[in-house]
T-cell receptor
Framework: AQTVTQSQPEMSVQEAETVTLSCTYD???????LFWYKQPPSRQMILVIR??????QNATENRFSVNFQKAAKSFSLKISDSQLGDAAMYFC?????????????FGTGTRLQVTL | NAGVTQTPKFQVLKTGQSMTLQCAQD?????MYWYRQDPGMGLRLIYY???????DKGEVPNGYNVSRLNKREFSLRLESAAPSQTSVYFC??????????????FGPGTRLLVL
């Protein structure tokens, strides 16, 4: 069974600084996808960024980027120029490409605080 | 374009009562999912429907039933609610049908309290 581990229950960053959230996963598959979701206090799950395992290039979305290390099974999220609106729970998720429904396995989340 | 909607937003039940959580999507997606979120445990898959007319168990299906009413709607039923089912429930939808780069889109959640 696939597992996703987020070892940092809470992180804090000052506004305008950079923070990295860690995620590791365990799988025997070679074709899969990794995601970071953001959950603000409203509880809405919002997709932040996605990485395909077959792509060597790290995904980037504006201030958000990932460091994908396939051999190490590591998928960290870097948030640059942190803003107050980045404060939220962040969940790492894994999905194997089965060609049918995309069942996601989530980590336990990291709560990010952004301070002035 | 509302995406994924869920009703109700909040519900209080007494132990043993039944209720149905409703989910609808207007994205014409094939696959739909129900998750529960408990403190410190992330989201866990309860049931999913890969396409209209099919449903399958996820990681934590006990105590729940689902119905894929049509392509748009996927409901979750608690026949006899228990305090252990106090949680936040999320519905999600994805394109499915073998689309490679598909992403799940989530509804706003239903907070359920079972006394």
């Amino acid at each position: 069974a696939q597992t996703v581990t987020q070892s940092q229950p809470e992180m804090s960053v000052q506004e305008a600084e950079t923070v990295t959230l860690s995620c590791t996963y365990d799988t025997s598959e070679s074709d899969y996808y990794l995601f970071w979701y953001k959950q603000p206090p409203s509880r809405q799950m919002i997709l932040v960024i996605r990485q395909e395992a077959y792509k060597q290039q790290n995904a980037t979305e504006n201030r958000f980027s990932v460091n994908f290390q396939k051999a190490a099974k590591s998928f960290s999220l870097k948030i640059s120029d942190s803003q107050l609106g980045d404060a939220a729970m962040y969940f790492c998720a894994y999905r194997v490409n089965t060609g049918t429904a995309s069942k996601l396995t989530f980590g336990t989340g990291t709560r990010l605080q952004v301070t002035l | 374009n509302a995406g994924v909607t869920q009703t109700p937003k909040f519900q209080v039940l007494k132990t043993g009562q039944s209720m149905t959580l409703q989910c609808a999507q207007d994205m014409n997606h094939n696959s739909m999912y129900w998750y529960r979120q408990d403190p410190g445990m992330g989201l866990r898959l309860i049931y999913y429907s890969a396409s209209e007319g099919t449903t399958d168990k996820g990681e934590v299906p006990n105590g729940y039933n689902v119905s894929r009413l049509n392509k748009r709607e996927f409901s979750l039923r608690l026949e006899s609610a228990a305090p252990s089912q106090t949680s936040v429930y999320f519905c999600a939808a994805s394109a499915g049908g073998g689309v490679v780069e598909e992403t799940q889109y989530f509804g706003p959640g239903t907070r359920l309290l079972v006394l």
